[in-house]
C-alpha cells in the first residue's frame, strides 16, 4: 500500500474534509473516521470544538487536531495514512 505522511500548517483552520478526508477531491483522512463520526464525537465532547467563520463556514483550529491526533496516537501533527485513507 502506499503511505502519504502530512505535516500540518502551525496555525490556521481545517474544515471537515481536511480532516475526514474526500474520496471525490483525493483528499487523504487525517484522522481515518467517517463525516458522522466525527461530528457525533465533537457533539459527545470527544473531539474538539468548532470554530464558526461565517454563518454557513465551519472549521477547526489545526492546534486542536494537532493535539487529537496526538492524543490518539500520531505524532508531532504528522499523519501517515495508507492509499485507503486510514492512520498507520
Given at each position: 500500500m502506499a503511505t502519504t505522511t502530512h505535516k500540518l500548517p502551525e496555525t490556521g483552520f481545517l474544515r471537515i474534509w481536511d480532516i475526514v478526508g474526500d474520496k471525490k477531491k483525493k483528499t487523504p483522512a487525517l484522522i481515518p473516521v467517517g463525516r458522522t463520526t466525527f461530528l457525533n464525537r465533537v457533539k459527545e465532547g470527544v473531539y474538539p470544538k468548532p470554530v464558526k467563520i461565517s454563518e454557513r463556514?465551519?472549521?477547526?483550529?489545526?492546534?486542536?487536531i494537532r493535539a487529537l491526533i496526538e492524543k490518539i496516537g500520531g505524532q508531532d501533527g504528522t499523519v501517515a495514512s495508507d492509499s485507503m485513507g486510514g492512520a498507520s
Open positions: 463556514t465551519t472549521a477547526w483550529r489545526v492546534e486542536d
